[in-house]
Antibody
């Protein structure tokens, strides 16, 4: 069974930094592109960032480019999101998400974690 | 970026009746070389993460009940729930993955029981 477990969400002040982690199990992690998708309070879904199977390609939404960094450690079955210069509008639940397609970035998400909440407030 | 819109914002349907949700993209998400529409549907129940229902607009994900169906092509798509059940109460989102990496979601449609 595929399991994705996020951690690291917290209350942080504007301008601060935070590192989210996602521990994956139940599938061959290194064979799938992975993503972060967020959902603001009472809001819809927003793609944040993606990374290819071996980390050679990374992608970002315009709203976070230059502030967030996605990475992965295939030896640990782990996905990360380093967030800096945080803004109040970054407040959201952050989901770790798995691609549906093997070996390539298909951008369609077949498994989601439960999410970790990030609150940016003074 | 491709803008996704959904209608209605919410709907209330009686148990056993049909629910129809529309999704429209600001430009075609049909890729002619493979004749596939790069459109997915997700269901998000209260307090839960989203769940994939359909990809390629009409291909049902494993385990999704067949009372759910997806249709449409180009810019106009529909998610239909035949014979609505209590467990179908949720917010439904469409997503385009044609224009990557800037994939976009619709704003969601909330389905409730009348």
């Amino acid at each position: 069974e595929v399991q994705l477990a996020e951690s690291g969400g917290d209350l942080v002040q504007p301008g601060g930094s935070l590192r989210l982690s996602c521990s994956a199990s139940g599938f061959t992690f290194s064979n799938y592109a992975m993503y972060w998708v967020r959902q603001g309070p009472g809001k819809g879904l927003e793609y944040v960032s993606g990374i290819s199977t071996h980390g050679g390609s990374t992608y970002y939404a315009d709203s976070v480019r230059g502030r967030f960094t996605i990475s992965r450690d295939n030896s640990k079955n782990a996905l990360y999101l380093e967030m800096s210069s945080l803004r109040t509008e970054d407040t959201a639940v952050y989901y770790c998400v798995k691609d549906r397609i093997l070996f390539t970035s298909g951008w369609c998400y077949d498994h989601w974690g439960q999410g970790t909440p990030v609150t940016v407030s003074s | 970026d491709i803008v996704m819109t959904q209608s209605p914002d919410s709907l209330a349907v009686s148990l056993g009746e049909r629910a129809t949700i529309n999704c429209k993209s600001s430009q075609s998400i049909l890729y002619s070389p493979n004749n596939k529409n790069y459109l997915a549907w997700y269901q998000q129940k209260p307090g839960q993460p989203p769940k994939l229902l359909f990809y390629w607009a009409s291909t049902r994900e494993s385990g999704v009940p067949d009372r759910f169906s997806g249709s449409g092509s180009g810019t106009d798509f529909t998610l239909t729930i035949n014979s609505l059940q209590a467990e179908d109460v949720a917010v439904y989102y469409c997503q385009q993955y044609f224009s990557t990496p800037q994939v976009t979601f619709g704003p969601g449609t909330k389905v409730e029981i009348k």
